[in-house]
């Protein structure tokens, strides 16, 4: 239970609402290469979901593995949903430049915007590994052309 209006008249206890993410299996630790995105979709199947996580081989915000430097992210750019499929950069460990209006994103800081129209992080895929294996648990940032990222 969460306070609405806290101190106030008006004040009455609520329950909290709780968002379950679905915990995904992704890919094996051991079958990525370094540098090369592996594709996946997460949360679900719909529109936006297209996901990608890469080995960068330097440590990351968010970052799982011995090095913690596997991190996934969504490929909808947050300015107008450009695709940024393709565009991850080994030599910046960046993904972009989106090709509508060249939003440019930090894989090793959360997503956060290097340049371009953008003014919101890329959402980052937030993972867990179990041994060799890797799985999607949530997502940090809202998608692209999503008002909730669970109803797609
Ligand atoms: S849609 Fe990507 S910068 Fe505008």
Request: net charge negative; charged share 20%; with cysteine.
């Amino acid at each position: 239970m969460i306070t609405m209006n806290a101190g106030t008249p008006q004040a009455k206890e609520v329950p909290a609402q709780i968002t379950e993410y679905p915990r995904k299996f992704v890919a094996k630790l051991s079958d990525l290469e370094p540098d090369v995105p592996f594709d996946f979709n997460y949360p679900d199947e719909g529109e936006y979901s297209d996901n990608m996580v890469v080995k960068m081989g330097v440590k990351a915000g968010g970052g799982i593995g011995p090095d913690q430097d596997v991190v996934a992210f969504n490929y909808a750019c947050t300015h107008q949903g450009g695709s940024l499929y393709d565009s991850y950069k080994a030599d910046t460990k960046s993904m972009g430049a989106c090709p509508l209006h060249l939003s440019t994103y930090d894989l090793t800081r959360h997503g956060i915007l290097i340049s371009g129209q953008a003014y919101q992080s890329l959402p980052q895929i937030l993972l867990e590994l179990d041994g060799d294996d890797i799985y999607a648990t949530g997502i940090f940032g809202l998608i692209f052309g999503r008002k909730d990222n669970l109803q797609g």
